[in-house]
């Protein structure tokens, strides 16, 4: 299923966008600060007091200079801070700058491998300048990517206490203690970084932090004054354009979702996420082909697993079980790279294995993610693990708990759903499953299936 991999998406990943354009990144390859960038690929820079040798840059898998500028903003912005850095080896601020532009990068690609130079040359910022609280954001940005949340919080906190009125610094806070399962002090952070400023970055932490207690109107609310922020890249606002095509679904306008989704795509063209939005509406109307177009496009844009599973399920929905199998075996593949880059998947393996793969394996790789961090998630998928392994006893203990904020996620809600339906509790089973398919009906086509199957069954 694809929801757990959406929503690690909007918080640490997806929202890197947000945390990039509050540290002063436009998101479009411009330098908004003398020496400020937001995204792409340079070499491993040596991360020593000894700033890298020009020789060292030069090997950075980046097309020839010639052949960028003019093409992509963002690959002509590394050039330039590749160049800066070949001058001037102690420039601090390029180098730093270098690491963030990296990390968007990784955002634009879906290139996990870009994550370990980033950090070279952030690391190889802070040995020249320790006191650049921007560079220790971009540190927490790239932990929070790998999903090492105990590590990012903690240095987050490090640059709130350089700089306590940087809210990029607070942003990643919030993000950490999300997704270490730890929702109250969440609320308490935003709370402190929304006195700091009401902006695209702010807002859009207040709203998801809103939809993960099932408070949908605040929620939409939130994301829609962060919409109507001034002054907005372009792909920021279509990314926020995305976010808000997601709250509308919910909310149980497609209409107004769809129009969002063309918004995003009327400003940034061939925009992934606001693509999948169509996908899952389309699968949500019963329109497979259209959604397996549209995940096709998706996942060729920027190849998350995500925009893969989505369209495996789709396949596999249409009938289409030869393209399904493929496209799982691709997303399998999508997610071991990640694993081998650094970056924690455990979640992510979790919910893969046990609806395509090994569920003793999936329950081992959740219990794993689970004692990192006791999240609402990492307990929806033990929970989904014991059930495909015919332990729903069990399974409805961490069922309940990763409802226990109030959650609308349709996922979560189609997975307690099937777990009552395997106790027997036909009240419980009909109240959740009925809950997933009005709120996203086109939340997954395969669990969406299953879910109209198990109602039937329940009489």
């Given at each position: ?180 399962g730890r929702y109250d002090e ?19 932490r207040v709203s998801y932090l ?131 880059a650094g970056v924690i998947v ?114």
């Open positions: 299923m694809s929801s757990t991999l959406r929503r690690r998406a909007v918080a640490p990943i997806a929202l890197s966008i947000l945390l990039a354009a509050a540290i002063g990144c436009s998101g479009q390859g411009v330098n908004p600060t003398p020496s400020s960038a937001p995204s792409s690929a340079p070499s491993a820079v040596p991360a020593s007091t000894a700033a890298p040798s020009p020789s060292s840059l030069a090997s950075t898998g980046l097309p020839d200079p010639s052949a960028i500028v003019g093409v992509s903003p963002t690959l002509a912005e590394i050039v330039r801070l590749r160049s800066a850095v070949a001058a001037d080896p102690a420039d601090a601020d390029a180098l730093r700058d270098l690491g963030l532009a990296l990390v968007q990068r990784v955002r634009e690609t879906a290139d996990p491998s870009l994550y370990a130079p980033a950090l070279t040359a952030i690391d190889a910022a802070l040995e020249l300048q320790p006191d650049d609280a921007r560079a220790l954001v971009g540190r927490a940005g790239i932990e929070l990517g790998k999903h090492e949340f105990a590590s990012a919080l903690v240095t987050a906190r490090e640059a709130i206490a350089l700089s306590p009125t940087l809210v990029a610094a607070h942003a990643a806070a919030v993000d950490a203690l999300v997704e270490l969440a609320d308490e952070a935003a709370g402190a970084m929304l006195g700091l400023r009401v902006d695209l970055t702010t807002l859009a809103a939809e993960l207690r099932g408070r949908l109107p605040a929620a939409l609310a939130a994301m829609r004054q962060a919409a109507a922020s001034p002054g907005l890249a372009p792909e920021n606002s279509a990314y926020v354009a995305a976010l808000l095509g997601n709250l509308l679904v919910y909310s149980g306008d497609p209409a107004a979702a769809a129009a969002a989704y063309e918004a995003g795509l009327d400003l940034v063209p061939d925009h992934a996420p606001s693509l999948a939005g169509q996908g899952r509406l389309a699968v949500g109307a019963g329109r497979l082909d259209e959604a397996i177009a549209r995940f096709e496009r998706a996942a060729a844009v920027v190849p998350l697993p995500e925009y893969i599973i989505a369209l495996g399920d789709a396949q596999s929905a249409a009938g289409r079980d030869a393209d399904a199998a493929r496209s799982f075996e691709l997303a399998r593949a999508e997610i071991q790279l990640f694993r081998a455990d979640v992510d393996l979790a919910l893969f294995e046990a609806d395509h793969g090994d569920p003793a394996a999936a329950l081992r790789f959740a219990t794993a993610a689970h004692d990192a961090a006791p999240t609402v998630r990492t307990s929806d998928a033990i929970g989904w693990a014991m059930h495909r392994l015919g332990r729903d006893k069990e399974a409805a203990t961490h069922a309940a708990d990763a409802l226990r904020l109030g959650s609308i996620d349709p996922l979560l809600r189609y997975h307690a759903g099937a777990i009552a339906a395997g106790l027997g509790d036909v009240t419980a089973a009909r109240r959740d499953l009925e809950r997933a398919l009005a709120t996203d009906p086109g939340f997954s086509a395969t669990g969406a299936a299953e879910v109209r199957r198990l109602l039937d069954g329940l009489g």
